[in-house]
């Protein structure tokens, strides 16, 4: 309690600045009032929203701003939009575009059911997402025992292994798009890995990526793309678009 009330007094006293050569320094934390006040940006999860608020104009008719505008693409799920710097060297964050994307569960194995669930829910529908779910519809956990007696002496044959009731061609790695960031651009593709193999609970099967997540420059390309194209030509020269 003491102490508390010790450390209370301390944070009310005045700071003491103490020049040391061509240095000054102060006792205490010392906080800069901005001469511009700047608001809270605005959550939103898409890159429309950044779009129509550049083109509504809707805070400038308030306030004269003259800076241009910058979008920066952090990555493939976060964009902000900020003013260039003011007269405090500090940028104005306006809006924060972020997105959550559910995951596909790359490197797990799934049984049969589970798997076409996912790739029906994960992924942009294509001729490789029909392909790799008609070859595990077709896979069938073969377990049989084979007899053959001539009435002298018998021999049992067992069988345990993994087989395809119709032949599917299936390149390997293949190609897929997962829905991986916004979903106003085109869904970046990237190589898997597919895999089979009898498990404890039967069949089970799995993707594994292969491309060292070269998609992710793909998608902060393709973001800044679609903001070059969607901004009307007379607006352009007032944003400025870092990826």
């Known amino acids: 309690m003491l102490k508390a009330m010790i450390d209370r007094i ?3 006293a005045e700071p003491h600045i ?4 061509c240095e000054a320094y102060t006792d205490k934390k010392l906080n800069h009032i901005p001469y511009e006040l700047t608001a ?3 959550q939103v999860h898409t890159l429309t929203a950044i779009l129509d608020y550049i083109t509504s104009g809707c805070d400038e008719q308030e306030e004269d701003i003259s800076r241009k505008f910058v979008i920066h693409v952090e990555n493939q799920k976060t964009v902000r939009l900020y003013h260039e710097l003011n007269s405090d060297k500090a940028r104005e964050c306006l809006l924060e575009a972020g997105i959550e994307p559910s995951r596909f569960p790359f490197g797990h194995w799934l049984n049969v059911e589970e798997f076409i669930i996912q790739m029906q829910s994960h992924f942009v529908n294509s001729w490789a997402v029909d392909a790799l779910i008609k070859l595990v519809s077709n896979i069938v956990d073969e377990s049989s025992v084979i ?4 009435g002298k002496t018998q021999q049992a044959t067992a069988r345990s292994g993994i087989a395809l009731v119709k032949k599917e061609d299936v390149p390997n ?6 829905y991986r960031t916004f979903n106003e651009i085109e869904q970046p593709e990237s190589s898997f890995v597919f895999r ?3 498990g404890d609970k ?5 993707l594994f990526t292969a491309d060292g997540n070269a998609w992710i420059n793909d998608a902060i390309i393709g973001i800044r793309d679609w903001f070059a194209q969607e901004i009307p030509p007379e607006l352009r020269d007032d944003v400025i678009i870092l990826a």
């Open 147 to 150: 007899t053959t007696d001539d």
């Open 40 to 42: 809270n940006p605005l």
């Open 173 to 178: 790695p293949i190609d897929l798009a997962p």
């Open 202 to 206: 039967g069949i089970e099967t799995a």
């Open 196 to 198: 089979i193999r009898k």
């Open 10 to 12: 301390l944070d009310l």
């Open 18 to 21: 103490v020049n040391i050569g």
